[in-house]
């Protein structure tokens, strides 16, 4: 799609088009993610932003083919260097999960096993693609572990995780993504369960070793101003879809899409100091059983009687949005 | 690690002492044994002797201090009936006991638990289904009931194995053990098996809930994530996550089998302790019943410090006093 946003010459390390993913439920279908599209270049780091429920961890679980049931991904394609990873079977999605795309989760504190030593862990990652003897298993992943910023780290690769605290957990399962020299690595909103100056550091430190190691980034947050420092495109979802997509600067300054005007005027940044954070009205609509028509439709100030057909992507340069009645000037903040 | 289980192992010291106090208290309030011991004719002469014999002339204070000085020398008494030391005739019989319980409840672990895993780990699948329809006949039905049924089934109607006895043993260590003959094992399956139903179906369920959570864990999903296979994962990651609650009940199962099999004894007529505590409360012979109660404490107590140090090996977290 975005042939426009590609260096020329290097074809997109993953490329994903229409991908949809549904939740059979016994209450109908969740359309979690319906008709996704992006394309991702080596070293680049993009972000995905919506609010809960728009479908964007989803969206994360279902490029490395991780839905649990009843979800399940019903169409569209996730091109990893060329290769096909929809329809993949069990096995060979497994060679490719961890080796050549990972995933980092949103709490560390849960994604560490509690009764392995870290050591034990990444020994089993390793293993898990590759025969390695246990001491070259120890030297790979403290020079893993150091990479991240874990200091003295082979001492370290015999405690437990309960031994670390949160950042360094969030370092550790980093460390494990990145031990096979993987080239995707999508992260669902890794620094949400931190506190403010570790996200800072986490959020640099990523930086660096994506640009060191050409390791793309799919970014996954609800947080605009975190995606905003680290990411060189934003893509805004919303109800399963992408609305609107561009480059970050682009996006933040001029947002087209009504929905992402009113994410970036509520950011605490963009007020009056005093005054009320401008909030959009409403909440998400339920994914199931969603209406004909542009999903935002009953939140937007801007919706007419078109919008009750749903709005296609338009594409302008870099950019893209779908939306009936686009914004054209820059919000003022 | 050394100064908590100092700690365990006072605790547990305290725990015997008060429980000696409650067990001869409360077999002194069963009743006199004497009422049975002596027969009506005898003169007073003759039953004031004889109480003298048993010291049971003394207060209950006094015959307990007596009995306590008498448990640090190694002696817990003699029987009333079977005129021979209450440990020599525990002795004959506990080992009897031990093989066949932990028989029963090992076996009943290394079956249940991969059972329930495989049930918690593909619970829509009809193999799981059946297991769980097992899991609850193992809950249901009656220990007796299905004692009596496995008599009939396998000695009676098709005679493959015997329906009671020990069988030939062999001596090891000084003891007589069953489980190093062959027919020795030809009677311990019947029973064992009848054991472990129930304890096979409280392991299957446990398995399968403590699976069925874990498998929902971010760990697993991150684990996956990192391309482990399926058997890694539930090998590696899910049996020591599920294995807290297991060993708990590994544990509170084998001291209460070890205490009282005595159903299962008495149906296959396998002479264990259970069989000699019923007798000796019929009796009111109160060198047994004391010494037995005390003894089985003491096998809790010693049970459970093991499940607790089990604890500190399987989960770091549980660790105490190691400076980090």
């Known amino acids: ?333 | 690690m050394s100064s908590f289980l100092l700690q365990r192992i006072l605790q547990g010291i305290v725990i015997m002492a008060v429980m000696s106090v409650i067990v001869f208290a409360g077999v002194y309030a069963i009743g006199n044994p004497m009422e049975v011991l002596i027969p009506p004719e005898a003169t007073q002469d003759v039953r004031l002797r004889t109480i003298a014999r048993f010291g049971l002339d003394k207060s209950l204070v006094e015959q307990y201090f007596l009995f306590i000085s008498n448990l640090f020398q190694g002696d817990l008494g003699q029987s009333y009936i079977y005129n021979e030391p209450v440990l020599r005739l525990i002795g004959n019989r506990l080992p009897a006991t031990l093989e066949l319980v932990l028989t029963a409840v090992l076996g009943a672990t290394f079956i249940g638990v991969p059972l329930g895993i495989y049930a918690g780990y593909k619970p829509e699948s009809a193999t799981a289904r059946i297991i769980m329809a097992v899991s609850i006949l193992g809950f249901s039905v009656p220990t007796f009931w299905v004692g009596l049924i496995l008599i009939l089934t396998f000695a009676v109607s098709l005679g493959w194995l015997p329906s009671g006895g020990r069988g030939d043993t062999v001596e090891v260590f000084g003891i007589d053990w069953s489980i190093f003959t062959l027919d020795g094992w030809s009677h311990l399956i019947l029973p064992a098996t009848n054991l472990a139903l129930f304890k096979l179906a409280i392991m299957i369920r446990l398995a399968r809930a403590g699976t069925r959570e874990v498998m929902l864990s971010d760990a697993v999903k991150f684990a996956r994530a990192a391309g482990l296979s399926e058997a890694t994962i539930l090998s590696r990651h899910v049996l020591k996550l599920i294995s807290i609650p297991i060993v708990t009940v590994f544990g509170l199962e084998l001291a209460s089998t070890l205490a009282f099999a005595v159903v299962t004894e008495t149906i296959f007529s396998w002479p264990g302790v259970g069989k000699l505590i019923i007798d000796s409360i019929k009796n009111l012979d109160r060198p047994v019943m004391v010494a037995y109660l005390i003894l089985t404490a003491g096998l809790f107590v010693t049970i459970n410090l093991c499940v607790d140090i089990g604890y500190a090996v399987l989960d770091p977290r549980l660790r105490r006093g190691r400076a980090e």
């Not at chain 1, 003295?152 to 670390?164: C, E, G, I, K, M």
């Open chain 1, 1 to 333: 799609m975005t042939a426009l946003t590609m260096p020329e010459g290097e074809a997109p390390i993953l490329e994903v088009k229409d991908l949809a993913t549904h939740f059979f439920t016994r209450a109908g279908v969740v359309k979690a993610v319906d008709g996704v599209s992006f394309s991702l270049n080596r070293g680049e780091i993009i972000g995905l932003v919506g609010e809960s429920g728009s479908g964007k961890t989803v969206t994360g679980f279902s490029l490395i083919g991780l839905v649990d049931p009843p979800g399940r991904i019903v169409g569209g394609s996730v091109k990893l260097e060329g290769q096909e990873l929809v329809g993949l079977d069990d096995a060979g999605l497994r060679k490719v999960r961890g080796a050549r795309i990972a995933m980092v989760f949103q709490d560390p504190m849960m994604t560490l096993n509690p009764v392995l030593t870290i050591g034990q862990q990444m020994h089993l990652a390793l293993a898990a693609h590759e025969r390695v003897s246990k001491g070259a298993a120890r030297v790979r992943s403290a020079e893993a572990l150091t990479r991240v910023g874990i200091p003295d780290a082979a001492s370290r690769l015999d405690a437990y995780p309960h031994q670390f605290s949160g950042g360094m957990r969030q370092r550790v399962a980093i460390a494990i993504a990145l031990l096979h020299g993987t080239r995707v690595i999508i992260a669902d909103e890794p620094t949400t369960a931190l506190d403010v100056s570790i996200q800072a550091q986490i959020l640099s430190e990523m930086r660096e070793l994506a640009r060191e190691m050409g390791t793309a980034l799919v970014w996954i947050s609800h947080d605009l101003s975190t995606v905003s420092t680290l990411a060189s495109r934003i893509l805004v979802m919303y109800a399963g879809r992408i609305v609107e997509e561009g480059p970050t600067a682009q996006v933040l300054r001029a947002p087209r899409h009504p929905y992402t005007a009113g994410l970036l005027r509520s950011l605490p940044a963009m007020a009056e100091p005093g005054t009320d954070l401008a909030q959009i009205p409403g909440t998400t609509p339920s994914l199931l059983n969603l209406p004909e028509g542009c999903p935002f439709r009953p939140r937007c100030e801007r919706a007419s009687e078109l919008c009750a057909k749903n709005p296609p992507m338009t594409r302008a340069g870099e950019r893209g949005y779908r939306c009936h009645h686009a914004l054209e000037e820059a919000v003022s903040a």
